[in-house]
């Protein structure tokens, strides 16, 4: 399947950054958390691009109202109503605590009228009463692999390097060094799969190591300053992967409680999923769930939290194919509470579309699906499809359209404000 966000090996630059400190006083957490707002009052984001240019022409961004109700004939890209950004990026976050969205720059997408040409890095967004002001000047980075937030931080994680570029909400940056050294296995360190935020100046870094496969979380503060490692072998390692972007397998459910997953162990009862309870700091040693009994025998590459206990997984379409260059876009929603998986019906054939960044909401999963690109990687060879934005039910797994837009759109992400 073709993919928008995609990642190559991205070039070593040199960064140019303003430092400042996270705080140990940042006590609010940026995960799980139900919400009781109705659709209706909910705003959301859509960024796109240019299907003629892709990662060279730049996004635009538009703030929408009403999460409830279905639109079509929708344009984003190039309307006078949206924010202009000359760099591209290849994945987004939203902050719900300090209501920044925050754009991660491909260097191949990076403009000699943004960024600098060839320069990767990480642009900020203030998001308040239906408008978005940029938040200081774009931060520059080396090779990033993951990205997220916590506390009221965005962070880009950088690959095979143990470093974290933290933003914070003025968008100035912060290279911090993990101390990973101390936690190599066989001489080798592990690296930052994904960092989830715990709340309470706490995170759980789920790290991988590339000579083992099993599950492996550092705990913790908001400075990246590591409290103790926790390791468990019921299921392989956590993080997914194309060329050398590294998508996250972990993240919390409403209620608090962390869920680390293995989607490409090359053992089979490795595939699926263990749990960090909410205020604890070990692996509930009484809970895993074998996603690859209840998928019939299929991997995955990547998880997104949907609401309450439900996820996303984004599986490989060939049950013997789940390597870095193998093509995935089999969904299916997940109940960890229930441990049951729903596949997903109604979207189109994931070998011929390219699948942007989505987000979930009360029970819905919002995926933008278009035609791919020549920039873009991943297995199909192109398609005419209308650009479209689903919404899967998690309680069916039945996607139906919630918005379409015009041919000049190449859509990137929906980005939900949650509060």
Known sequence: MKKFFFSAALMALASCMTFTSCSDDDNTGNGGGASNIDPKEVSF????????????????????NDLSTAKNGENVYGTADAVKCYD?????????????????????????????????????????????????????????????????????AQISQPYAMVVDKTGAGNNIAVDLTRYAIDGVNPNISNIVDMGNNQVAMVV????????????CDYNLNIKKMIYDDRIGTSVGAMRSVRYTQSGTDDNGNIYVFSGS??????????????????????YQFNIFAASDGYRFRKAFHISGSKFLLEFYLDKNKYGN???????????????????????????????????????????????????????????????????????TGVASPFMTFGNGDLLKAITILKQ
């Open 45 to 64: 984001i859509v960024t796109s691009g240019d299907p003629t240019t892709d990662l060279t022409g730049g996004v635009y961004m538009k703030v929408y």
């Open 208 to 219: 991988n190591y590339s000579n083992r496969d099993s599950a492996a979380v550092a705990i």
């Open 265 to 286: 162990s090359a053992t089979d009862s490795k595939v699926g999923a263990l749990r960090i309870k909410k205020g604890e700091t070990e692996f509930d040693k009484n």
């Open 325 to 395: 260059m193998d093509a995935s876009g089999k969904m299916a929603v997940v109940d960890m509470d229930a441990k049951t998986l729903t596949w997903v019906t109604g979207l189109p054939d994931a070998s011929t579309v390219s699948f942007g960044w989505g987000d979930g909401y009360a029970d819905a999963y919002y995926l933008p699906v278009a035609a791919p690109t020549s920039m873009s990687g991943g297995s199909g060879s192109g398609s005419s499809v209308t650009p479209t934005i689903y919404k899967i039910d998690a309680k």
């Open 88 to 156: 591209s990026f290849t994945q987004v976050t939203y902050n719900k605590t300090s209501g920044i969205f925050t754009g991660y720059i491909y260097a191949r997408g990076a403009s000699a009228e943004g960024i600098g040409r060839l320069k990767a890095g990480l642009r900020s967004y203030q998001v308040e009463n239906g408008k978005m002001t940029e938040m200081g000047s774009p931060v520059l980075v080396s090779a990033f692999g993951n990205t997220g937030t916590f506390g009221t931080y965005s962070y880009a």
